[in-house]
């Protein structure tokens, strides 16, 4: 099988553009990821002080409900 030099040329050049487009698109998935993971350990913070401010809050619902009585 006999390649001309442009044929080598053309191929090599779409095999680094191919190669380039995957680590580069690899890259982007790895940082999207580890934002998304920032994101859901900052979710779940937020999660659970919502879960004491709306327990704090029944409590005291309950005792304003036990004063009016």
Partial sequence: MKLDIKTVIVIGT???GLA???????????????K??????ENNNI???L???DRK?????K???????
């Fill in 14 to 16: 779409l095999l680094f």
């Fill in 20 to 34: 380039g487009f995957y680590y580069t698109t690899k890259s982007d998935i790895d940082t999207l990821s580890l």
């Fill in 36 to 41: 998304v993971e920032e994101l859901q350990t």
């Fill in 47 to 49: 999660r659970k002080r």
């Fill in 51 to 53: 879960n004491i401010l």
């Fill in 57 to 61: 809050t029944n409590r005291l619902n």
């Fill in 63 to 69: 005792q304003l409900r036990e004063l009016k009585k």
